[in-house]
């Protein structure tokens, strides 16, 4: 894996979002190149966008990250895992009866062209949407729930402090045992993992039965060396580290990427968990493969990795019914 790369990431992470490529100007002439006009919001840090720029047009990265054409069409949903079916306000989705989704910020570190939230994602300004009292509420007329999945947005894109303070909160709810992030930024922005977020997870570690960090993380040339010495400074904690990925077309859906993938996230201490069928969002219809196309590939890849590196590969059921294993013939 060929790591070395002319990137200069600043140290402040937030520097590097603060001055993030948002216009369609600033990107095609970051790009020098014409970019195709759709309805979807821009927003790339530059030091990845430089990354992308070096993989050049038609890249994995430039298909992940760069506006195409295709997200003018009108087929898809636009809320494709009827996510607001679940809403219950404050930011809280509760779908199944052990767990609540909660989304603290609208904000993301990059706009993914595929993401199954697209039309609802518009990177507000807004950041701390995070209604703390409502959740707490919450919590405490269910103490069915067992564990928060803190998603987005990215919730790391909140600062250390706002993340102490949300865990914090929710430490104080006794039914809480477990404690989940869904996260792009560590990827996206790499010098995220700073020492203070590692103290925050630290200490909470000790406030929970399980802290999960999922990081999000699809193609191998999205991996910066800022990356890998993030997952250095992570691996020594008492949380698991998780990893899930989109199926994407034109992206990773060949067997050879997803294996190196899943190899190198296993070998640097993170445990591949989720492999996700696209959802057919609108805006986001081109990164579709069928479940036939995705179910060969997939048993092919299990032919060739080791079980404990294999994630399940899952799909999102219709009208909100919820995840399933994607092997499974019949999804209603
Ligand atoms: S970081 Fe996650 S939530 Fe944000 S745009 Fe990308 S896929 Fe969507």
New binding site residues.
Partial sequence: MNLESSLSFSNSWKDDFRDALRTQEECESFFETTLPHTPYSLFIPRPFAQKIKESGEGSPLWQQFLPSLQENRHDGLTDPIADQGHAVGGGIIHRYQNRVLFTPTEI?????R?????NE?HQNLDVFKSNLDHLRGYLLHHPEVEEVILT???PLILSNSKVYDLLDAISKIESIKMIRFHT?TPVILPNRINSGLVEVLNHFSRQFLAISLVL?TNHLSEWTPEFLRGLKRLRPLPINLLSQSVLLKGVNDNKEDLKVLFNSLYTRGVRPYYLHHPDPVKGGMHFMLSREEGRKLYLSLKKEVSGVVLPHYIIERPKGAGKTFALIENIH
């Fill in positions: 993301c570190p990059i706009q993914c595929y993401c199954f939230r697209k994602l987005g947005g990215d792009r999000h």
